[in-house]
């Protein structure tokens, strides 16, 4: 919120994943606005987690455990607000992007297989789902996996915002 550089110091900034976190992130924003040069560009992104989707045969188990993740973190819905605060910062032009992450299959290394297990992991130990209820969810999403009919997606929401 208080960036340890001068005015019009950057070409580009490029801060992805970490709105979420910080206590006031439109401060955050205009601070990036300030040590940006004139013409300069910050690209800033962010997850929206309630875009989340697993294909799992149990819809409500499913919504129960992607909604509990969502609404633990600070504000896991703050992807679709980034380009409303980009726009009240000032910048001469906010350009918007939403990319969407998919994986067709449920393995290691994958994207959904990482974030179901750290999702796993958390809901846990904040005792918001019970563990057998987050064991079958990835069991169920393995066995789909083997008989390709797994998919999952998320958003993410990208602002191109000009000083
Ligand atoms: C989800 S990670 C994203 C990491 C990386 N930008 C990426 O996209 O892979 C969130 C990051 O926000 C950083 N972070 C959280 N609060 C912060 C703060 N107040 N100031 C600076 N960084 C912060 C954390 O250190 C962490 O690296």
Redesign the pocket.
Known sequence: ?ALLYDDNSFDKI?????L????DPKK?ISEMKRVLKPGGKALI?HTDFDTQIFTTKNLARERRINQTFCDLGPDGTIGRKLKGMCNKVGFKKVDYIVYTLTNESFEENNYSYRIAYMMKEWLVKESEVYLEDLEAWIEEMKDLSSKEEFYYSINRYLTICEK
């Open positions: 919120m490029i801060c992805l994943e970490v979420e976190w910080v206590e955050v992104g």
